[in-house]
């Protein structure tokens, strides 16, 4: 069991990243087609997956519940990131991020009415103000980089994701994390592998933009391997709604980055629902909060 410290150092660097993978994602594809972005991201991925494995002197195991788990957590590789690529054409990097904030709503919701987990008050009352924020968003992007489109493949992206958090905990095969993000990546870049036919006429002709490349190389390492070894070794060791906090922090640090790196404007009326949005999610996880509170005074006394 890794040490608390040990964890939170692991938190700290996962919404460092999440909060600057969906910039990323929207400069690799500026030159490269989404598809093709998509696929070289996790055909990059797999053999430096590889490496670390061997050099971290780890196993891969075959064995059918292992295969499952891999299977399950290619769920939150390229099951959720085709929807989040196709919708970068519809929504700024920061209103992508923030997208992701409702993970924890989703993921309470299917906790609700597939596990039967029980939702008390505060949380339904902070999924109605999370769900208002977003309405506000969507009547505020009218015109700007932020497309209800966008919106629904964001949805089905998170969607998408939570499921594949419960699947992973259900499964719960005895794996290294690096075992399970490797044997995710592979799956993932079988699926991708799959593709190829369909896209192969989109094959980029040109050597992309710098900007690109690094980009995609970015995404390859910080996001698909270290990203995703502090997911599943978070995944191991806290609960899905623990883990899903996460996304309450990084949105509105995306959006930061987003209007600092990318020149990305947006509406007083998005930032509004934004705030909206953010509240919702505090709102939700407030009895969360406290309970960490208490806990952090009764350790210090």
């Known amino acids: 069991m890794p040490s608390k410290l040990n964890l939170m150092s692991t938190y700290i660097l996962l919404i460092i990243i999440w909060a600057t993978t969906p910039l990323a994602i929207v400069w690799s594809v500026a030159d490269i087609n989404l598809y093709w972005a998509l696929a070289l991201r996790f055909f990059l991925a797999l053999p430096l997956a590889g490496i670390l494995l061997l050099l971290m002197r780890q196993a891969l195991p075959y064995d059918v519940q292992s295969i499952h788990s891999y299977i399950a957590g290619s769920c939150s590789f390229i099951g959720s990131q085709i929807f989040t690529y196709i919708a970068t054409g519809y929504l700024s990097s920061g209103i992508i991020a923030l997208m992701f904030g409702l993970a924890p709503i989703i993921t309470g919701l299917i906790g609700h009415f597939v596990f039967r987990i029980h939702l008390h008050r505060l949380q339904w009352l902070g999924m109605c103000i999370a769900v208002a924020g977003l309405g506000i968003i969507c009547m505020g992007g009218s015109g700007q980089h932020v497309q209800l489109t966008g919106i629904l493949l964001m949805l089905m992206s998170v969607l998408i994701y939570c499921a594949s958090i419960f699947w992973v905990k259900k499964v719960n095969a005895p794996l290294a994390p690096m075992a399970q ?19 192969w006429a989109d094959l980029p002709s040109n050597l992309p933009s710098t900007k690109s490349i690094l980009a995609l190389l970015y995404a390859v390492i910080m996001a698909s391997l270290i990203a995703m070894f502090c997911y599943f070794k978070l995944v191991q060791n806290i609960k899905a709604t623990t883990l899903s906090l996460t996304t309450v922090m990084t949105p509105m640090l ?9 020149n990305e404007k947006l509406t007083l009326m998005v930032l509004c629902g934004a705030g909206v949005l953010i509240l919702g999610l505090c709102v939700y996880f407030y009895k969360d909060f406290r309970a960490s509170r208490m806990l952090t005074r009764n350790l210090k006394s």
């Open 181 to 199: 993000a490797t044997g995710s990546i592979l799956v993932s870049a079988l699926v991708a592998l799959c593709m190829v036919p369909f896209i």
């Open 254 to 262: 995306a959006i930061v980055v987003g209007a600092v790196f990318n």
